[in-house]
Nanobody
Framework: QVQLVESGGGLVQPGGSLRLSCTAS????????MGWYRQTPEKQRELVARVTTNGVPRYADSVKGRYTISRDKNTVSLQMNSLKPEDTAVYYCNWRSMFSSGDGYWGKGIVVTVSL
């Protein structure tokens, strides 16, 4: 019902930057939250940043000050600066209605690797 198309990611050296983008389509009417989560083999999926329909952001403490999330209607972008090796993960875009239970809809995931 909701399709998410992600772009960005790749390999970057520590201290570098990447920009992720995600566009939602389908049944995306009404108030909602779009965000980015990340997951590694060692850690469960965790919130990185999210933003409401009206542009109110929220960040994980581990990325606050380094990442910036922004939104233009149904496209959400994540600017990732000062990247660290521990930022390495698969990043997933998420769309969730403000009025529905459950986890919402997920993108396929984008690999971000921060390494020398």
């Amino acid at each position: 019902q909701v399709q998410l198309v992600e772009s960005g990611g790749g390999l970057v050296q520590p201290g570098g930057s990447l920009r992720l983008s995600c566009t939602a389509s389908g049944s995306i009417f009404g108030a909602n939250i779009m965000g980015w989560y990340r997951q590694t083999p060692e850690k469960q999926r965790e919130l990185v940043a999210r933003v409401t329909t009206n542009g109110v952001p929220r960040y994980a403490d581990s990325v606050k000050g380094r990442y910036t999330i922004s939104r233009d209607k149904n496209t959400v972008s994540l600017q990732m600066n000062s990247l660290k090796p521990e930022d390495t993960a698969v990043y997933y875009c998420n769309w969730r209605s403000m009025f529905s239970s459950g986890d919402g809809y997920w993108g396929k995931g984008i690999v971000v690797t921060v390494s020398l």
